[in-house]
């Protein structure tokens, strides 16, 4: 069993800041990629960012210079730092990250319940 808690959303002015974190629990062995994904209302779901086990990172071109992602692979949790919000950055953001459990030989994809993420004035 995995579970994904996720903490930090709420409402920002334009130009302001928020930083989501996202922790996993349960019986893991081991946690690959982790991201973030966000949709907005009548959007599709769209990558933010990623980043590997490793630590390389890679940004949607919308967010690309404000937005930094970063994990704590001891505490199996990542972290999503968005500076110069917009607007458009209105939408709900939902972690997503790779995990092996014990007792399997294949890792799946996990998604946290999302938090909301508001940018107006």
């Known amino acids: 069993q995995v579970r994904l808690v996720e903490s930090g959303g709420g409402l920002v002015q334009p130009g302001g800041s928020l930083r989501l974190s996202c922790a996993a629990s349960?019986?893991?062995?081991?946690?690959?990629?982790m991201g973030w994904y966000r949709q907005a209302p009548g959007k599709q779901r769209e990558l933010v960012a990623h980043?590997?086990?490793?630590?390389?990172?890679t940004y949607a071109d919308a967010v690309k210079g404000r937005f930094t992602i970063s994990r704590d692979n001891a505490k199996n949790t990542v972290y999503l730092q968005m500076n110069s919000l917009k607007p458009g950055d209105t939408a709900v953001y939902y972690c997503?990250?790779?995990?092996?459990?014990?007792?399997?030989?294949?890792?799946?994809?996990?998604w946290g319940q999302g938090t909301q993420v508001t940018v107006s004035s």
């Open positions: 980043i590997t086990n490793g630590g390389a990172a």
């Open positions: 997503n990250a790779d995990i092996q459990l014990y007792g399997t030989f294949w890792s799946n994809d996990y």
């Open positions: 349960g019986s893991i062995y081991s946690v690959t990629a």
